[in-house]
């Protein structure tokens, strides 16, 4: 596509590409964006180097002009966006890139990949600490998906409430607070469980977490008591009927005196399997599977459309194509979203004339952040996770509260077109 | 683990650990084992870096002579596995890694990773290019998973019978053919799609592609013809009916004498949408989301598990947890294909006495790959992926043909434990 709009001249045409879903997820009532950080970051760098340069020009993939054009390729565009960690509904415009057509093209792949990646688990993980209500929720999916997904996997999971994750490159590359267990191969690597409990009390102190589940969970659970004494920080319970078993061992540990060790319980678990945990004395909910995967919806189907471009007058003209059923709505939106006297949301309000917006009771959901090239300071950043956080938290707070019910329903606040 | 194991002195522990899946996928019949060769690649370059360490340290996640180990690590242990594209089924065990407890430990996350995924997005592959039935299957998934996953994804769906990729990295990285489309928004610069079109042939030739549903397919198909003439390479169909269309477009571009144009449709295909088109006049299917997300299985399953080590006598024995629904099986597992006369699948064959399998008609499965740390000439390279796309068109025309049924089932052989 470059290639042959250099070729005609069209390649400088000013555009704006819209980032947005057509629907969510069957049934999911709102989605948590995720990844802007991420694609901020990479932006940053973001260069064709001589090794891939080589590798278009051998195989011909491109013409020689095209090559120069990408040797020299650097963004110079505008981008503004919802803020990371927020909620966001059906065609809510979560980043829109403003610049030529050949720059924001090269951007596309980038954009979506790191969008539908991060908010399918963000989205995922903001129903599980929704329903957990409190009981901290940890991230331990990082087997169970690509290696790199699972370091923005765990960050993702963060943004959407998680209080930690067992991924330590995503700790280290994000200052994400991280934890981790023993696996039922520690218990079996010793001759006897008393020897693998007594090997990871001895290294790691009575504070750590026994896995008790590997032969006779009563068993385990006295001798876990008799080697870490009172102090024990918790044990953990990976099969089984995980409500039936945390009730009795929890009755156990009283019993035995225990009664600041806690329970953490693992074992595929899903928002479904969280909820019906809650009633059971669980302290702590380890996530992996379900997690990474988007639980049921492993992307979020964002788009990345062309909505407006100059055209060969050098005016800027709103433009949308007819496809069937893919059709799409032109011109540069401008979105809010509008919340009552209580601060309660009610709707998402699109608008091509900003103006519309004016009337609303309404908080304005777009922020600056690339201008002319330059990522805008604060935009980005290691420090951005918890901050995406804390937005997470509020936009998620702002939402009616059919937005936590896990039935299959609509998005639980409409979408508004205002100028129709 | 591995510091608590150090302090106890068990770290150097001899260890067999398996991987391998309890269940396919709902419905399943078979999986296809793919990230081998990424796998191998990926080990000869593992260790820890001084960044990494200092992470490790700074936080106090592990102590000193565990960075230490870590400083040092380097794989000393041998690997076999299931060759790459292999079909697989439950409990097969399709990489069995031997080595002290510590440093099969630290490879645990990599491999399941690795193997977790691609081999997700492999199985789906294959059910795409078995009922595609010769029609050339595009990968065209970049944008709806990790930007790093979509690299490996590509490699997969060419392990399972794709032809090719939009994805140039997964091109340049693993010689894999690359393939290309123009977009809505390119017809969408131009002021018409006139004008579009002529751009593109161009730049790119007759034998181009052109997408024709922007606006009016049937208007695009005949300007599309009049622009390119009678050596049109592909028009594209991204919506609507696609099955209609593209009885009708086939029978207007014969009309208009194009009959070498082909027709190429994209738009959430699956396995199933494929099958729904095969008594079109289709040429070429572009599949994207459903197949980089698993089409419905975005993960393997696969788990990594301890099933022999050394006891404190030095001896080598068996080992097995008893987790409710979750038990292991101890002992290192020699694999086979029961092939009948015709040289058709009928049992996955696994015992713990190899001697079990000299009897029966059977096929090898596992290889060497990793000897006392030095990955084995041949076991990986560039060329491994159209090694294991041949493996797997091989392996796959061995199963019953029950295997190719869309429609769920159970696995279409058998695992047989044969020492019970």
Redesign the interface.
Known sequence: ?I??????G?HR?R?V?ETFTRRLPAGRRYGVLAGTGRFLE?LAGFRFDD??LA??EE?R?V?GPTLEFLADFRFTGTIHGYAEGEAFFPHSPVLQVEGT?AEA?VL???I???L???SAVASAASRMTGVAEGRPCLEMG?????????V?AARAAVVAGFAGTSN??A??RYGLH?I?T??????????TEE?AF???V???GTGTTLLV????VEAAVRRAVEIAGPRLGAVRL????LAGQAGWVRELLDALGNRDTQITVT?DLDEYAIAGLQAAPVDSYGVG?RL???SGA??T?MV???VA?E??DGVLEP????????GSVGGYKHAARRLDAAGRAGAELLALDPGLLEGESARRLSVPLVADGEILPGATGAEGVEAAAARHRASVAELPVAARRLSEGEPVIPTEHLDH
Chains 1, 2 share one sequence.
Request: proline fraction near 1%.
């Open positions: 596509m290639q042959a709009a250099l070729k005609a069209t045409r555009c590409f990479q090794g891939q590798f278009l195989q993939v013409d057509f093209c596309e792949t980038l979506l990949s790191i539908n990646h991060d990082a087997r169970r998906t690509h290696e790199r997904s699972a923005a330590l490159e700790g280290r991280t981790g023993s696996a039922h191969a520690f218990t079996m690597l010793h001759d020897q007594r090997a990871q001895d290294s790691l589940d590997t032969y006779d990976d099969s089984g009927d074992s599977t990474v995967t988007g492993p992307t189907s990345y459309k062309l471009r055209n060969s433009v949308a194509k007819r496809s069937l059923g893919k």
